[in-house]
């Protein structure tokens, strides 16, 4: 499965960012995760769509949400009432997810660049 990320850019702090994750070949789940500059990469929110079960971390549980296309094979991340702690470079990768969190992922792209600040 390759993935790549698009969408993200510069954000005002309270504004939102539409990412979007492109997918080749098939997956039952989406993870996207971030890297901030000098820290290691976190998962924070995954989608399981055949379960509907989902996983959100704490820092951006209630403002980000993920989806998926099924026509497009393109998961959605959407991100709302951003803050500039949210600034990182934003990757998706197929894993594992259940509510108790996701697995290790196997393939990267790129990542898109998120900057919150005013």
């Known amino acids: 499965v390759r993935v790549e990320e698009s969408g993200g850019g510069l954000v005002q702090p309270g504004g939102s960012l539409n990412l979007s994750c492109t997918v080749s070949g098939f997956t039952y789940a989406i993870g996207w995760f971030r890297q901030a500059p000098g820290k290691e990469r976190l998962g924070v929110i995954c989608?399981?769509?055949?379960?509907?079960?989902?996983y959100s971390a704490d820092s951006v549980k209630g403002r980000f949400t993920v989806s998926v296309e099924n026509a497009k094979n393109t998961w959605y991340l959407q991100m709302n009432s951003l803050k500039p702690e949210d600034t990182a470079v934003y990757y998706c990768?197929?894993?594992?997810?259940?509510?108790?969190?996701?697995?290790?992922?196997?393939?990267w792209g790129q990542g898109t660049q998120v900057t919150v600040s005013s």
């Open positions: 989608l399981n769509r055949a379960s509907r079960l989902s």
């Open positions: 990768a197929a894993v594992p997810c259940d509510p108790q969190g996701m697995g290790a992922a196997q393939n």
